[in-house]
Every structure is written in C-alpha cells, then in structure tokens.
C-alpha cells in the first residue's frame, strides 16, 4: 500500500473531527431524540415518582404532569435558539457565560456537573438493587454491600461505553429504550384494557376529564410539591444539546431533538398516569395509589395484579432505565467540564480528547470516579442521606435551567423585537420559562428548609436544603479558589470566552492540548 492510499484508509477509518477533537456527524436526529429520551430514564423516573404524585394532589395528577411540562417546553426553546447561535458542547456553561460573564457562567457549568454527579450515584442504586429484586431472594436485594459493588460495575460499564464513541453508545441505547417504552406501551395497554372490560381490581375507576382540571387543585403546598416532583422526572432532555458538536446539523438538529424530546415525555407521562390511576384507583389500601406504602415505587405495587406470571417485565424496564440513563448521564457532564477547559475555567487536563474514539477520556473518567466516590461515600455514611441526595437534586436543576432562560433573552436582546418570531421563541418562551423555574427553586428552597422534609436533620434545619444549597456553594467556593489559578485567569478577565468568542473554538492562542494517549486534540 502506498504512503497516499494509506493515509486515505486511515482518514476513511477515522471519523472528522471539529472544534475541541469531538468525531463530527455521529449523531442524527433520531439517535439525538433517542439520547434525549433515555437520559430521563422515562420508567424508573414514572415509578419513584407517580406515587408521590398522587398523595400531593390527588385525582389532579395528570394535569400537574401536564402544567410542570409547560417550563420545560419553554426552556427548550431557550436551548434551541442558544443551539442555533452557538452550537457549543459546553451547552449552559457557554451560554451563559456568554450572556452574562464568567463568574455566572462558572456556576451554571457547575450546576449541571453537580447534578450529574448526584443522579449517576441513584441510578446506580436503582439498577443494581432492581436488578437483584429479579432473584425474589432478600438476602441478595437487601444486602448494601452487595448492591452498592453491584452499581459501581454498572458505572465503569458505563464509562468504558462513553469512552469507545457515541456510535456504540447510540446502538445501545436504541435497545435499552426500545425495552422501556414496549413495557411502558404493554402496561397502559393492559391496565386500560381491564378497567374497561370490567376486570381491573375493586376500587378502579375509568379515567375522568375533571383529572385535567387546572383550577381544582385544593392545596397550594400539594400543588407546588407536586410540580416539582414533575420537574424532575422532566429533567435530562438538555443531553441532546450536550452533543450538538458530534451531530449532524448541530445548529438545527439537537434543538429539534430537544423539543421533540420534551413532547415525547409528556405523552408517555400523562398516559402512564392516567393508565395507573383508573387501574389502581386512589385508595389508601391495597394497590391504591393512595397508599402510601406504594408511593415509592408504583410499578412495583402494580406489576403481579397488572402483568400475572409476566411481572418481571416491569422489574427488568425499571432496571434498563436506570442503567441506560447512567451511560446518558456521563455524556453531557463530561462534555460540559471538557468545554469548561477549553475555555480555561477548569484545568487543562479536563480539555484531552482520545486520539482514537475522539471522546473526553479523561473528563469521563474523572467525573465517573468522582460520582463512584460520592455514591460509595453516602453509602456508607446513610442510606437516608443517599436518598436525600435525589430529593436535592431539584434545586441545582431549577438553578443552571433557569440561568440559560435568562441567558437567552439576554443573548438576544437585541433581536427580540425585530420579529414575531423572535419575540416568542428568543424572548417570551424563555422569559416565562426562567421565571417559572426561578420560582420553582425559592418554593424548593423554602420547603426543604422544613425538617420534616427528607429523610435527614443536619444543623437542625432539613438534610436536602443542605445537601441542595451546600452543593451549589461548594460550587462557588472551588471556583473562587480556581480562580487564583495562573491558567484561569484568561476566563475570568473575559479573554478566553466572550460573547464575541468564535463557536466552538477559543480565539486566544492556547497551547495545544496533548491526549492521555499523547495524541493532539
């Protein structure tokens, strides 16, 4: 083979490469979606959170689905708009910074990052500990060490997905969510079938148009609990913008994805809602879902009396949703610190791409030992206190989400009124979004504060406020000491990354990066 035709091989074997040496169109509009989707975890989210649902508001559970939806949408498009403009991997962080400036852009990245790291620790919990449930013996389910080991593999599993490329990745996770919405598909269907043919459980009831009555909600502390429960399960969509680098169209197709995330999760949770609400119906006893022994996992009530013999279907769906969402999990926290690098605002090691499979190597790895340790960590000091973890998750959510509503309308503000369309979708859409989110983090704020809330008492005051206010001030502390760092100082003074910062690449002349393997970005 001659010196040309190899070099010709090599390159046809290789993917392109852009920007930061991210592999260029690996993604289309269908995998992004499909990323998009998974990254909820759509069946583990519906069973930990329907219950809970339910005894906050009742019979008007499906239109809390419905209503928490509405900040989400709005904040897509805030995504979208930033997407089509700068088409960054950094997503939040560069936005952001852009709109606003480094020190808030700093914290917007690490809010995303900090979330990362607590749901990567409860996924693993939940894929493990479902997946021994599968066994029917205690002795294996309920031994910690045993499923904390158990979650830990699933993370280095993982990790070592992220690290071989997308393409495998995407392959993956088209099976995995296959798996979860035919369970999902399979229960609706089932449980509606035998509430109409009348031979659902005593005690269920066909679905009610008054369950879609926005003004018959009887309690405003139930309401607001309510929708920020809702929030959650919504959360992991913004995965598709974390990729926009390595897809196809990246100032069109991840904010399509996005949006066409978002409308896939509110059909899939209304229906499920509606579907385990007229099944089960609201009692306090039995399978209803107004028992509060049921509130913790609602598949796991319903599976025998919904599926028979089939009931382990359920179990596997819980389990596939949580492993697939860990892989989708470290995606966008290890492309955000690698932005953050590139920009100069996390140390140069964070910025190294493998040579060979054009991904973060180091950045998914770090971050993965990190949510390993946290996981391991919180594990050993109280399983309330892991619990409390995925309650406090809400509020760094509400906080980098609602940073990137404002960042858009500030981004665009001089474009807002130059036409109807950018009014709403550059201005209004993201405007109502940050400031439904903003209000949702002050109500969070203000009821885990409570004692009672959670699981936990630190300093008197409730374990999740200080988990959720304590993580995000951790933030601004490593910041602040980053900061003095000689490297960081191009970010701070706003050299390394400004509004008018060309995309994807920094302007200033950084030296070049060399890979873990010794390979140039």
């Known amino acids: 083979m001659t010196d040309k035709s190899a070099a010709a091989s090599a390159a046809s074997a290789s993917p392109p490469t852009g920007g930061k040496g991210l592999a260029t169109g690996t993604l289309g509009l269908f995998g992004s979606t499909v990323i998009g989707l998974a990254s909820t975890a759509p069946v583990y989210s519906l069973a930990a959170t329907v219950g809970f649902v339910v005894l906050a508001v009742g019979a008007q559970a499906p239109i809390a689905m419905i209503l928490a939806f509405i900040p989400m949408f709005l904040t897509a498009y805030a995504y979208r708009e930033l997407n089509r403009a700068v088409p960054d991997c950094g997503t939040a ?16 990245g690490w809010g995303v990052a900090v979330a990362g790291i607590i749901v990567l620790a409860n996924l693993a919990q939940i894929g493990s500990k479902y997946l021994w449930l599968l066994t029917n013996n205690p002795d294996l389910y309920d031994n910690v060490p045993l499923v904390t080991a158990t979650g830990v593999v699933f993370i280095g599993v993982m990790t070592f997905v992220s690290v071989r490329g997308l ?43 008054d369950w879609f009555n926005p003004f018959a909600f009887t309690s405003l502390s139930g309401f607001t609990e309510a929708i920020l429960l809702c929030l959650f399960i919504y959360w992991g969509w913004d995965t598709c ?81 949580a492993i697939s969402s860990t892989q989708t999990t470290i995606l966008p926290t290890a492309r955000g610190t690698l932005a953050m690098a590139t920009y100069r605002a996390l140390p140069e090691a964070f910025g190294r791409i493998n040579p060979k499979f054009h991904t973060p190597r180091f950045a998914t790895i770090f971050m993965s030992v990190v949510a390993v340790a946290f996981y391991v960590g919180m594990t050993i000091v109280s399983e309330n206190v892991l619990a409390d ?83 995000l001030a951790l933030g601004a502390v490593l910041m602040v000491i980053w900061a003095f760092f000689p490297r960081a100082k191009a970010f701070f003074r706003g050299e390394s990354l400004n509004r008018d910062t060309e995309v994807l690449v920094p302007e200033d002349d950084h030296p070049v990066p060399y890979s873990v393997d010794g390979g140039r970005m």
């Open 167 to 209: 393409e495998i990745g995407e392959r993956l996770q088209n099976v995995l969510l296959a798996i979860q919405y035919l369970a999902l598909a399979l229960f609706v269907v089932f449980a509606l079938w035998n509430v109409f043919a009348g031979t659902a459980p005593a005690g269920s009831t066909t679905p009610q148009l």
């Open 93 to 108: 962080f560069t936005w952001v910074t852009k709109a606003f400036g480094p020190w808030t852009g700093w914290l917007a």
């Open 389 to 471: 973890t995925i309650l406090s998750i809400g509020l760094a959510i509400a906080f980098y989400y609602s940073l990137t509503s404002f960042a858009c309308v500030w981004f665009f503000r001089r474009e807002i009124f130059t036409s109807a369309r950018n009014f709403l979708f550059k201005g209004l859409f993201p405007l109502l979004g940050g400031l439904m989110l903003t209000a949702a983090f002050i109500q969070s704020a203000i009821d885990m504060y409570d004692p009672e809330y959670g699981y936990t008492v630190i300093f008197g005051i409730g374990g999740v406020f200080v988990i959720g206010i304590g993580s």
């Open 241 to 321: 913008l974390a990729l926009n680098e390595e897809t196809k169209d990246p100032q069109r197709t991840p904010g399509r994805a996005a949006v066409l995330s978002t409308v896939i999760l509110l059909v899939t949770y209304v229906s499920v809602t509606v579907a385990a609400m007229a099944f089960a119906g609201l009692g306090d006893s039995g399978i209803g879902l107004g028992n509060e022994g049921n509130a913790e996992d609602v598949f796991f009530a319903l599976k025998d009396a919904v599926f028979g013999p089939w009931a382990w279907l359920l179990v596997i769906a819980v389990c596939v949703s």
